[in-house]
């Protein structure tokens, strides 16, 4: 990672990359690693830039508008994207030289220095292992956007990916002045209307096998609760922390393709890996928790039955 510090210290312009429908891992990580640099070095340039902010926008300043030739001359800083079609705003392709940071099972490379981890919860954690790792102070700004990029990948150290190096890395955040309840608070709560969602989905799914929750969610669905089709796709978790269920999922219509619908899927797991499932139907991820994109009624279905041939084989 020191090239990395080396790199930042090169350029006085640099740019933050970060995947399409931020979450908050992906927001968490642009502006953290923006303000300690901006804090850094105050006489450097840096621009966190996408377009499509996601719903955890509102905990986070404005996306920065860049001029192409000022990407052109930066240093481009690419944040928990694992391959190019998922980086938000084309014009990453053009920087001087390109820096991915990501803790995503490897997909494509498309910088010139890649940093995976795929055995870390978020990127925000491997940027806090980093600062850590050199003894820095952050300021708390800094270290809140760290800290709730890492409690949302890892719902609150709760996922298989805990380590302790993970809990030593919110530890070293929160030493440099998290509000814990707020950061929480804000991660965490919901409107009313998610509440109400959350409870169609509750009232709404199907279980396959016993085991295997899973809804499929159309536009009409989700509108009247208010929800955009990010906030809607996030709330899998609903189907989550029940004893019965090994597996959960989340369909969601993302358009209609030759009068058929099309939808974009998340899926869970609770301690069965299952993103070589996802990655033969255009998605990946993580072990146990990934996405697939485009399918149709039938892929589902199909992917519903590699799911189901999964849990029974590791339960027999
Ligand atoms: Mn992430």
């Known amino acids: 990672m020191d090239a990395l510090f080396s790199k930042i210290e090169a350029f006085d312009t640099i ?3 970060r995947h399409i429908a ?3 891992d992906a927001l968490g990580a642009q502006f953290g690693l923006k303000t300690w640099i901006q804090e850094t070095y105050p006489n450097k340039k840096v621009f966190a830039l996408g377009n499509d902010t996601g719903p955890k926008a509102n905990l986070f300043p404005p996306i920065d508008v860049a001029r192409d030739d000022q ?14 079609a998922r980086i938000d705003d084309s014009r990453w392709k053009s920087a001087a030289y390109k820096i991915k940071i990501d803790h995503h099972i490897f997909v494509d490379a498309y910088a010139d220095e890649e940093y995976i981890e795929d055995r870390k919860g978020a990127t925000c954690e491997i940027l806090a292992d980093m600062f850590q790792k050199k003894g820095l102070c952050l300021s708390k700004t800094c270290a809140e956007y760290l800290y709730g990029g890492l409690i949302a990948d890892t719902l609150q150290f709760s996922i298989q990916a805990t380590t302790p190096e993970m809990l030593r890395c919110g530890a070293y955040l929160v030493e440099q002045g998290v509000d814990v309840a707020k950061v929480n608070e804000q991660n965490f709560s919901k409107s009313w209307k998610e509440f109400e969602f959350e409870t169609y989905i509750r009232t709404h799914y199907t279980l396959m096998d016993e085991c295997i ?3 499929i969610v159309h536009p009409s669905d989700y509108e009247r609760y208010d929800l955009t089709l990010n906030q809607a796709k996030e709330k899998v978790y609903a189907l989550s922390k029940v004893h019965e269920f090994q597996a959960w999922a989340l369909f969601i219509e993302t358009g209609q393709e ?9 899926l869970r797991s609770k301690n069965i890996e299952i993103n070589d499932i996802a990655m033969s139907y255009n998605g990946g991820g993580h072990r146990f928790a990934c ?8 892929d589902i279905q199909s ?14």
Do not use: C, W
């Open 291 to 298: 996405g697939v994109k485009g399918l149709k009624e039938k």
């Open 258 to 266: 030759q009068g058929e619908s099309v939808y974009n899927g998340s």
């Open 22 to 24: 931020a979450d908050a």
């Open 213 to 215: 929750a899973y809804i």
């Open 303 to 316: 992917l519903l039955q590699d799911l189901s041939k999964r849990m029974r084989k590791e339960k027999s």
């Open 71 to 84: 990407i052109q001359h930066s240093l481009a800083i690419i944040l928990d994207t694992a391959n190019a």
């Open 15 to 17: 740019t933050i990359f």
